[in-house]
């Protein structure tokens, strides 16, 4: 399975932004990809996805706020995150899939996903 790299969390205040990016050492063309997040008594959310052909959707809460986009010949996705608040603060998660994505009680366990080790992101109020 494609291996996933996760980079650009961090902290900052509410109203902040970060942009997360996910990198894969594998081809990326053929499967969905998607956005995680998990605090540490939540469960693994479903934030956004992105399909092989370019359909988004976004969890509820960050639908206008945040911004996903993926580039293949880069084997890349990514997450931009605006006006963020502390009920963002998690850590997010890149996966891929070959087929719909669904959220979990803990990202990462599930093996018919290709799973990065994830990026903290925290929110001061």
């Known amino acids: 399975e494609a291996q996933l790299v996760e980079s650009g969390g961090g902290s900052v205040q509410a109203g902040g932004s970060l942009r997360l990016s996910c990198l894969a050492s594998g081809a990326i063309f053929d499967k969905d990809m998607g956005w995680y997040r998990q605090g540490p008594r939540n469960e693994c959310a479903l934030v956004a996805t992105?399909?092989?052909?370019?359909?988004?959707t976004y969890e509820e809460s960050v639908k206008g706020r945040f911004t996903i986009s993926r580039d293949d010949a880069k084997k890349a996705v990514f997450l931009q995150m605006n006006s963020l608040g502390p009920e963002d603060t998690a850590r997010y998660y890149c996966?891929?899939?070959?087929?719909?994505?669904?959220?979990?009680?803990?990202?990462?366990?599930?093996?018919?996903?290709?799973w990065g080790l994830g990026t903290q992101v925290s929110v001061s109020a």
């Open positions: 996966a891929a899939h070959r087929g719909p994505m669904y959220p979990f009680l803990r990202c990462g366990e599930d093996g018919t996903y290709s």
């Open positions: 992105i399909t092989n052909g370019g359909e988004i």
